[in-house]
């Protein structure tokens, strides 16, 4: 457990440094942020409070789509709010668009390697991420059709209420799900562990499987 903490909690703090990036860059966020960003500008809240009450608001929603919380689950509410709050109070906003690209690239290739480290400590999913599972599980919706479906519902919101909405929200769909399919194996000890099992059994089925014939994954 220990271990696991000192992975999860520099990697939730690194995800809301990387979230200040792109914020910073003014070219355009993620939809979360969009919609933090939006609210923001009616409540006089900063963007980093605002993420800790959506994301609690959001954990709310959990209850009768059944999810049980993890502490990951709750570490990512209280830590990635003030993370973002550090980070925008640490970095200078840029004015030339090539610092603002900059910016933005530096904040998307941080975020990406704070979710494998997060991700990879496996102590229950981000609330926004359970959402997503929970509405699959509880109305049996493919999970890319609920995503989209919430991540589109709250980027038009943000939107209209005022957030950030530009090029950069394009990249980061883009580009934030290649970039976490290399970060997520790279920070993720058990899940290297079972690919080297999963190679190890495809190139000698016989010695790697068990005597029922099935291959051991790790506990």
């Known amino acids: 457990m220990l271990a696991r903490l000192s992975r999860l909690i520099p990697g939730l703090l690194l ?21 933090g960003q939006g609210v923001a500008l009616h409540t006089g809240l900063s963007i980093g409070l605002l993420t800790n009450i959506i ?35 640490l970095l200078p906003a ?10 933005f690239a530096i904040g998307l290739l941080l975020l990406a390697v704070a979710s494998g480290i ?19 599980a509880r109305f049996g919706t493919p999970l890319w059709i609920g995503r989209t479906g919430v991540e ?7 939107w209209l209420l005022g957030g950030n909405v530009g090029l950069g929200t394009v990249a980061f769909a883009l580009l934030i799900g290649p970039l976490c399919g290399i970060t997520l194996p790279l920070f993720d000890p058990e899940r290297r562990r079972a690919d080297r099992l999963a190679r190890a059994a495809a190139a000698d089925p016989a010695r790697s499987a068990t005597p029922t014939g099935e291959i051991p994954l790790p506990a």
């Open 55 to 89: 994301g609690l608001c959001v954990l709310l929603l959990w209850i009768p789509l059944r999810q049980r919380p993890g502490l990951g689950t709750i570490l990512n509410i209280l830590l990635v709010g003030p993370g973002i709050d550090l980070g925008l109070w």
């Open 15 to 35: 995800y809301g440094i990387a979230d200040a990036f792109m914020i910073r860059a003014a070219v355009g966020v993620d939809s979360w942020t969009v919609f």
């Open 152 to 158: 589109l519902t709250v980027l038009l919101i943000g």
């Open 118 to 136: 997060y991700i990879g400590a496996h102590l229950g999913p981000g609330p926004r991420d359970g959402l997503m599972t929970g509405i699959h």
């Open 94 to 103: 840029p004015e030339a668009l090539w610092a603002r690209i900059a910016f």
